[in-house]
């Protein structure tokens, strides 16, 4: 059954790492009144969808069920809409993994469950769209320079929880310690952020990702 089900319209976000729910309004017909946050959500299924670039006034308008003033009332400009639609995602998606991470039972478990998030956001349907804070990293060349900068201090932030997680697991002989943990850790992000990358032509690509990255932290074998 989704979770979805019996209540309000509501979408699952899959942010890299982890999976959460979005529960919407549906687009058209907005009081005069309307909810910045649900417009800022329909904004950011079309930024999703399109790009940055891709994503014209006109959807932006059909996917927010408002008018030209009022978008340029509430955010000023169409940059303004993606960078609070690009926020909210990653704001969201942070919580998620941070919440994950804290309650995990030892750090090979927080790994795994990261981990096991991004095979499942790269499954079937899911993984055609991609992660959105990947796909603006992708498109940052294109884009805002402000959206440049927000998505390389989210990296930034990955690295550092990746990094946190391994020194963990070190300190619990649960992963090597023959190289830093901030060198592993930058692996690791990048092994994450190439398999988001693959899985959108490749459903299949991430199916095995936590096996595979627990296998090269694990300290090898005594001959």
Known sequence: MSDCEGRHPCVEIFFLTDRFLLFMMPPMGRPRGFDIEEATDQAMLAFWRSG???????????????EKGSLYKAFGS???LF?????????????QIESTVRNAPSAVEALRTVLDGVSESCSGA???AGCLAVNATIEAEDGPES????????WAWNRSLFERVISQGQAENSFRDDLPAADLAE??????????VVCRRDAGAGSDLSKRALALLTPARPL
Do not use: F, P, W
Not at 83 to 95: K, M
């Open 52 to 66: 940055y670039g891709g994503t014209s006034l006109n959807d932006l308008m059909t996917a927010t069920g408002l």
């Open 78 to 80: 169409k940059e303004n």
């Open 83 to 95: 960078l609070a639609a690009l926020d909210r995602y990653l704001s969201a998606g942070v919580t």
């Open 126 to 128: 899911r993984g055609a």
């Open 147 to 154: 959206a440049a900068r927000r998505l390389a201090h989210h």
């Open 187 to 196: 692996i690791l992000t990048r092994l994450v952020i190439g398999t988001a």
